[in-house]
């Protein structure tokens, strides 16, 4: 090999490493010299075309002849690739351009900036999905119906908590309202205009939680998403973030989570870099937290962590005189959504009032809403106005409309029975002898938890 071509070869390498191609157009704008096999498909069209019809844009080389001068930026294709393009103009003696060369450089920065607008795009989307959500709440259903003093000073806890950053654990019974009570906290705050998101850690298998939550890098495992997988803490950075029965999470993941409270950072899994995030972390149980920490399933040290405002929830049997407002605010709903003019008599406001409600709230609006669905007459019937129990049919005490009925009352008494003496879904499923997603698909058919 001589001098020259050593030569040759070492500006090659030199091009190699840092230009990615180079185009040359006429001073017409037509595509007359590539160097890469990709930019075959341009040659003999012209740039000015090729812009209009969004092959790329904007065309870098279309800008030099507008200007007349060098010029440099980045270059989007049809296919969502970006390319840092720099165009030089030759010129003849007269000043006039002959030819335009268009250099596309290797830019590593230029792939961070794919990835950080494909982040941003989705976080956009999610805010937008999430902002249409609380709206929605916001002004269809009133925050809180109450008339006792327990939920009046509850309230003004509320609005107290929401003042400060601090972590909150939203105690309480299944369907008291948790999830009502900690976007509350969020629309009071000032993240109020951040996103809101929650997430059921019982209702998602332990293998795909750690997962949902910090996200992962292309290739972490088998059947990863191309260019990896924003975390939920990513999503709501700078915002609120709900974790619905965290006495469900495992202790690996718990130690996860004890970090990002106290470094403020996260990890994605499968990757290498810890990214810095800014996110009020709201949790919620109806479990006895201490009294799992006493018994080695809840880590002591993520207790206190997260327990630094504890807000405890009344169930519906301790403030029986909201009872009644309740029902006519959901009578009201379910009328509207219904097209109805169904109404309560005073038997049905009785029985209504000296029920227990073992689901609370959410098992009122459950019951008022299957009173309007099914009722003819403008009164309910009395026998309607109590669930069904397997005990008052033996006693000849009720009449069943039909065996569906009464076998889905009983499978959901012997969920919500089955829920007080377990602390989590997995016992539940081992108890009733069946897997952990038919426990998890049942609670969220009668909403006992909130689907995910």
Known sequence: MTGDEWLMKEFQTVFDEYYRSVLVTDEKGKVIRVTSEDDQQYLGKNVFDLEKRKIFYPSITAKVF?????????????????????????????????????????????????????????????????????????????PFIYTSKKMEDLFELIKSVAAVDASVLVLGETGVGKQMVANQIHL???????????????????NLLESELFGYEEGAFSGTRKGGKLGIFEIANNGTLFLDEIGEMSLALQVKLLRVLQEKVIMKVGGTKEKKIDV????????????????????????????????????????????????????QKFNLKYKKNVNFGSLQLEQLLSYSWPGNVRELENVVERFVVMEKSIFFREKEAAPISLASIEKGEEEVANLFEFLESVEKQLLLKTMRKCNTTREMAKSLGVNQSTIVRKLQKYKLIKES
């Open 66 to 142: 507008k200007s007349g001068k060098r010029e440099n930026g980045l270059q989007y294709t049809n296919t969502g690739e970006i390319f840092d393009i720099e165009s030089i103009p030759v010129k003849n003696e007269q000043g006039k351009i002959v030819r335009v060369v268009s250099i596309t450089k290797n830019s590593s920065e230029v792939n961070q900036l794919k990835n950080r607008l494909e982040e941003s795009r989705l976080l956009l989307d999610n805010y937008q999905r999430e902002v249409a959500r609380i709206q929605q709440e916001k002004y269809e259903d009133k």
């Open 280 to 331: 009020r972390i709201i949790t919620a149980t109806n479990k006895d937290l201490s009294q799992m920490v006493k018994a080695g399933t809840f880590r002591e040290d993520l207790y206190y962590r997260i327990n630094v405002v504890p807000i405890h929830i009344p169930s519906l049997r301790e403030r029986r005189e909201d009872i009644q407002a309740l029902a006519f605010h959901f009578l």
């Open 188 to 206: 009071l705050s000032d993240r109020n205009d951040k996103p809101f998101i929650t997430i059921n850690c019982g209702a998602i298998p332990e």
